[in-house]
C-alpha cells in the first residue's frame, strides 16, 4: 500500500537533525522543512540528513504552494476524528454544551456549533484558521483545568523550532495593526468579550486577554516605542494549553486570530 503524500513541513522537520545549522542558507530546520514542502529546496541541500530517511521522503512529498492548501487537507483528517467522537462525553471535558446533537463552543465570547460529522457553524464568519484548531481542540483535549501561569509560544513542547515562524506569522503581524491602528485592542475587548489584563505581569503598557477556546487562554501584551526603542508585542499562553492543543494546532490557532484582526481592520479602515 502506497504511503500518504506529505504536505506538512513538519512530517519532513521530524527527520531533520534540527541543530538549525544554517548550511541550508535558511535560518533554521523548519524554515528548510517549509521551503522543500513548497518546491524551493531540495532535501539534498541539508548534509544531515541520513541517506534512507532522504530516500523515503522524496517519494512521498507533495509540493503544494502554501499552508492554506495543508489546512484544507488537516481538515477534511479532523472531520473524520470528529465522527467518531462521544459528543455527550466530551462536551463537560473541554467546557462545551451539548444541545440537540451538535457541540456548542465559544469562541471569543460567539457560539460555534459542531455537527457530528464535524461541520461548524455560527453567526460569524468562519475561515479555515480557525475551523482546524477548533475541530483540533474537540479531538485533542485531554480536558484539565487553567493554571494561570502565563508562558511564551517557544517555551511549549516543541515550541522553540517553530517559534521563527510564529513570530513572523503571528506577533510580528499583530504587532503591525496594533501600531497602526492605537484603539485595536480596546475594539477587540469590546468585539470579542476580552478583558484588561495587569499590566505589571510583564511591565507591558497594554495587556488583554481573550478566550479563542473555552479552556485555552492566550494573552496579547504590546509596549510602545520609547525613544529609539522600537514597540514591542509578545502573545501568551496559559501553561495548560499542551493538554487541549498539540504545537501545530496552537500556531494555527494564533495564524487564525491574526488573520481575523487583519481582516477586521481593512473593513473599518
Known sequence: MQSAKITNPFEIYKKLPQTNCGECSLPNC??????????HKQLSLCPY?????????????????DFNRARGEDLEVLKGQVCSIDFSSKADLIGAKLISDKLAIKSLGKDFF???????????HTHIWMTVPLL????????GGIT???VPFRELKDGSPMNPLFVQRC???????IDNNSELLGDLISMFSGARADNNLFA?????????????PILICYWHQEGDMDSDLNIFFDASVEKHLKIE?????????????????RKHS
Open 171 to 177: 506577533e510580528k503581524p499583530l504587532k503591525k495593526l
Open 30 to 39: 523548519l524554515a528548510f522543512a517549509a521551503a522543500v514542502i513548497k518546491g
Open 204 to 216: 507591558s503598557d497594554l495587556a488583554l486577554s481573550l478566550y479563542p477556546l473555552p479552556k485555552v
Open 114 to 124: 459542531i455537527d457530528p460529522k464535524g461541520n461548524v457553524t455560527s453567526e460569524c
Open 249 to 265: 494546532s496552537i500556531f494555527s490557532l494564533g495564524v487564525g486570530l491574526v488573520m481575523m484582526f487583519e481582516k477586521i481592520v
Open 136 to 143: 483540533s481542540y474537540i479531538v485533542e483535549s485531554t480536558g
Open 148 to 150: 494561570g501561569r502565563w
Open 49 to 65: 540528513l541520513k541517506a534512507e530517511d532522504k530516500e523515503q521522503l522524496e517519494k512521498r512529498i507533495g509540493v503544494r504552494e
